[in-house]
């Protein structure tokens, strides 16, 4: 199953079912961006628009990007603004479908999908202004290595979607090739698990 099929067979319950990891990095995100500044946010892996409504407190303008119909189409329902555009693309092909420069782009749950993380830095990198951030928000590398995945109960028993192991060094070395400037690494742990992996990985950089 692709990952665009397996999106939209769970979008119907992305928003309700336990998810630690979906909650976690709503807290993150919310944490890591109220510090910034920010009017025109790019969001790439929208999905049902768990994000979007914080970014939305600040955001004049958002344009929200996800490789999934279904999963649009719940955010859509929840999200009643002029200010959001919702749009469906696969970004690991090229980005013609907007020809905005954002203040910040944000990526959360979407890079441990994707195999190829020159071109998403790349061209995040061509559509920030001078300054701008790019935020990412991911399933802890250390977490997968002990196996942990994206997965879902399904009317077919349990779907686990293809995903990628991008280590913290990768991540960095990459930003920096693609011109980024590291501000913040932050490992974000489940409440009372210190002892265990922690379960985000957070990255704040900046186009210098």
């Known amino acids: 199953m692709s990952i665009e099929e397996a999106y939209n067979s769970w979008s119907s319950q992305y928003d309700s079912n336990s998810n630690k990891t979906r909650d976690l990095d709503g807290v993150v995100t919310r944490q890591v961006l109220d510090k910034l500044e920010y009017k025109k946010v790019l969001e790439l892996g929208s999905g049902t628009g768990k994000n979007t409504e914080n970014l939305l407190l600040k955001a004049q303008e958002i344009i929200a990007v996800d490789i999934s119909e279904e999963m649009l189409k719940v955010a859509r329902q929840k999200i009643k603004s ?4 919702f749009i469906k693309a696969d970004i690991t092909k090229t980005w013609d479908w907007t020809k905005v420069i954002f203040d910040l782009v944000t990526c959360n749950l979407t890079l441990e999908h994707i195999e ?8 995040v990198h061509a559509k920030l202004n001078q300054g701008g951030h790019f935020f990412i928000s991911e399933l802890h590398p250390f977490k997968q290595y002990t196996g942990t995945k994206a997965r879902f109960d399904s009317a077919d028993g349990i779907i686990e979607l293809e995903s990628y192991t991008h280590h913290i060094s990768e991540f960095l070395k990459v930003a920096e090739d693609s011109g980024f400037k590291l501000v913040t690494l932050n490992e974000w742990f489940d ?3 210190e002892d265990l992996p922690p ?3 957070s990255l704040l950089f900046q186009k210098p």
């Open 82 to 85: 002029d200010n959001v555009t």
């Open 199 to 201: 379960r985000i990985l």
């Open 191 to 193: 409440d009372e698990a």
């Open 116 to 123: 190829d993380l020159d071109f998403i830095f790349s061209s």
